[in-house]
């Protein structure tokens, strides 16, 4: 699994975590999460920890991530996580949409059936030719332009094309053990920010990776 936190103190925590044995087996601060910091990250792990045999990884919808995996490790099967796929479409949606439309999307983006690899994809067809009209309406903005009337809605449904390819590897590769979401390292994240974070805002910046590190080994190790 690989990951971005931010920390309090405005850095980018990446991390790289074999799920099934539960250990972070690289971490990272940056200012952003660029790239090719993620590239020099995997080149670490691939070069001088001999992880050069990595079949999977699963990851949310950034693209920074994505094409960094792509680059060094070309041969990876890529898994979305579920549960950010079903966060953005809501992030897009909210709680209470307006629209019909609206209102069935966030229903068929129920974890249980956004998570059946045979269901999902055919609920999601359907809800599409139903709801065509609808998202094909335009609009017309106060400088003359012709605009989609239902923009967060498409962005939804954009959110889920792209991610569909991506969102069942485990039943495409049924040799492997892929993980559906990252909710173990986002879990880790949020016993670091308990843990060590929380106990200590004020530790100076060239401290910090130090802090992170100590912590990550001791916890490794449990």
Same mark, same amino acid.
């Given at each position: 699994m690989i990951d971005g936190y931010l920390l309090p103190w405005g850095q980018? #925590? #990446? %991390?790289?975590y074999e799920y099934i044995q539960e250990k972070v087996l690289w971490f990272s601060i940056w200012d952003w999460e660029r790239k090719e910091h993620i590239?020099?990250?995997?080149?670490? #792990?691939?070069?001088?920890?001999?992880? !050069?045999? =990595? +079949? !999977? $990884?699963?990851?949310?919808?950034?693209?920074?991530?994505? !094409? %960094? *995996?792509?680059?060094?490790?070309?041969?990876? =099967? *890529?898994?979305? $996580?579920?549960? /950010? *796929? &079903? @966060? &953005?479409? @809501?992030?897009?949606i909210s709680k209470n949409p307006k629209s019909d439309a609206g209102k069935q999307l966030r229903h068929i983006t129920r974890y249980a059936i956004l998570s059946? !690899?045979?269901?999902?994809? *055919?609920?999601? &067809?359907i809800w599409k030719q139903t709801y065509l009209l609808f998202l094909s309406e335009k609009s017309i903005t106060p400088k003359g332009w012709r605009t989609y009337t239902h923009k967060k809605i498409r962005k939804a449904m954009r /959110?889920?094309?792209? %991610?569909?390819?991506?969102?069942? &590897?485990?039943? +495409? /590769?049924?040799?492997t053990n892929i993980a559906f979401s990252s909710n173990k390292l986002e879990g880790l994240f949020g016993v670091l920010?308990?843990? $060590?974070?929380?106990? /200590? +805002?004020? =530790?100076?910046e060239d401290r910090l990776s130090s802090l992170i590190a100590l912590w990550l080994y001791f916890r490794n190790e449990k």
């Open positions: 980018i #925590l #990446l %991390a790289y590239e020099e990250d995997l080149k670490i #792990l691939k070069d001088s920890f001999g992880y !050069s045999g =990595i +079949k !999977s $990884c699963t990851i949310d919808g950034s693209m920074s991530i994505f !094409s %960094a *995996v792509r680059s060094i490790y070309p041969e990876m =099967i *890529v898994q979305r $996580c579920l549960v /950010h *796929v &079903q @966060r &953005q479409v @809501r992030s897009y059946d !690899s045979f269901l999902f994809p *055919v609920v999601f &067809q /959110h889920i094309e792209n %991610a569909l390819p991506y969102m069942f &590897q485990s039943e +495409k /590769h049924r040799d920010t308990d843990e $060590c974070v929380n106990e /200590h +805002k004020w =530790i100076r």
